[in-house]
């Protein structure tokens, strides 16, 4: 795919294409980083004692600074109830932060986000290229892209972020009349095309 960076693991750090290379950066401390995946490890196993079905994500193995708890990606699916406990538990750990994106509930040790990332590439590449927030063009799916739409003054959403939209503080400038994939290449035809995102 055509792309120039990725941010990963919620903020953690992004990968930059540098010629036919790929170069990481990471943004969070890696200075207590065993400790902190211990917390997030026996946050899990206590969580666990609650729903026992509770399970990781299958790329739980290739994350560095967060874990990720699937709820709808495979089955057995969490119930909102179930869902609600989770974070509840989460949010009220000390030092953690938790967001909920369309699969999986991230939670991590530390304040980086996916702004301070964006932030980063921003001052790092955007003076490269000129490239302004201001001339961005976000989209997202779910609750963990909020800080996003806010951060950005353009954002789209594609349509399955109507499920949670009661729930959103900031909410996407734009929606798509589709969901997740063909949402995005509605927005890309769109674009493309100038009618509707001027």
Sequence with gaps: LPIDAM??????????KDGTKIKTTRLASDKNLAEERKILQ????TLK?????LKLATDQPYRLYDYAIDFIEEPPPLSA????????VLNNAQGITAKISSIHINYWYGQHTK???CEYLLNQEGKKRAISKENVLYSGDSPNDEPLFEFFPHSLGVANIKLF???????????????GGKGFQEFAEELLTLNNFS
């Design 42 to 45: 026996d946050l899990f196993e």
């Design 7 to 16: 941010v990963f693991e919620n903020g953690a750090g992004v990968m930059l």
């Design 115 to 117: 702004v301070t990332a």
């Design 81 to 88: 109830t179930e869902i609600e406990k989770v974070l509840k």
């Design 49 to 53: 004692k609650e729903i026992p079905h």
């Design 165 to 179: 939209w009661d729930k959103l503080k900031h909410r996407p400038k734009y929606l798509t009349q589709n969901e």
